[in-house]
């Protein structure tokens, strides 16, 4: 589903990221408008399965959940996505990336 402006154009904007060329880091942020910044200097590696991407960072992992995430991780590996989120009013083009959910693991935590 495309979804017009008020002005009668189409929205060309993802509904869950925002890319830039040069973001210092990726912006979090979940349904509850709980964020985490977190700097590209921090991010250790970051792996793909189909449902979901886990980015691993020298503080903690962060797990994002969803459909057709291929783009996301793409951004990820070229250090182009500046924001992402799982706002669940925000609804996805057709086989653009759907973020379901965002989960934020701390490093402490996954050493016990």
Do not use: W
Not at 39 to 46: D, E, G, Q, T, V
Not at 70 to 91: G, H
């Amino acid at each position: 589903m495309v979804l017009k402006t008020k002005d009668g154009t189409f929205d060309s904007k993802p509904a869950n990221y925002e890319r830039d060329t040069h973001p210092a880091g990726i912006n979090f942020e979940l349904k509850d408008g709980t964020a985490l910044f977190a700097p590209y200097s921090f991010l250790s590696h970051a792996l793909h399965h189909p449902d979901e991407i886990i980015i691993h960072y020298s503080f903690g992992v962060v797990r994002v959940r969803g459909e057709c995430l291929s783009p996301i991780f793409t951004m990820i590996r070229s250090q182009e996505l500046d924001s992402i989120n799982c706002t669940a009013d925000k609804l996805a083009k057709p086989q653009e990336p759907r973020v379901r959910d965002i989960l934020f693991e701390d490093a402490k935590t996954l050493m016990d």
